[in-house]
């Protein structure tokens, strides 16, 4: 998985779309369980899950 970058909401929200997109691409041309499908995979439940929290958090505040 890539390093953590920083982002704002919106660029958070479209670089999920990005990934889910790039996550398509790679499971039709290599297959939903090669390296590349899974590496895309985790990295995309990262962001995911960073962006839940980042909703999370602005709530709160």
């Not at 390093?3 to 704002?8: G, P, Q």
């Not at 670089?15 to 995309?44: C, F, H, P, V």
């Amino acid at each position: 998985m890539k390093t953590s970058r920083i982002f704002t909401p919106s660029e958070l929200h479209t670089y999920i779309e990005y990934l889910r997109k790039e996550m398509i691409t790679a499971s039709q041309d290599y297959g939903i369980k090669s390296n590349q499908s899974l590496e895309i995979s985790q990295e995309l439940d990262y962001y995911i899950y960073q962006y839940q929290l980042l909703k999370e958090n602005s709530k709160v505040s």
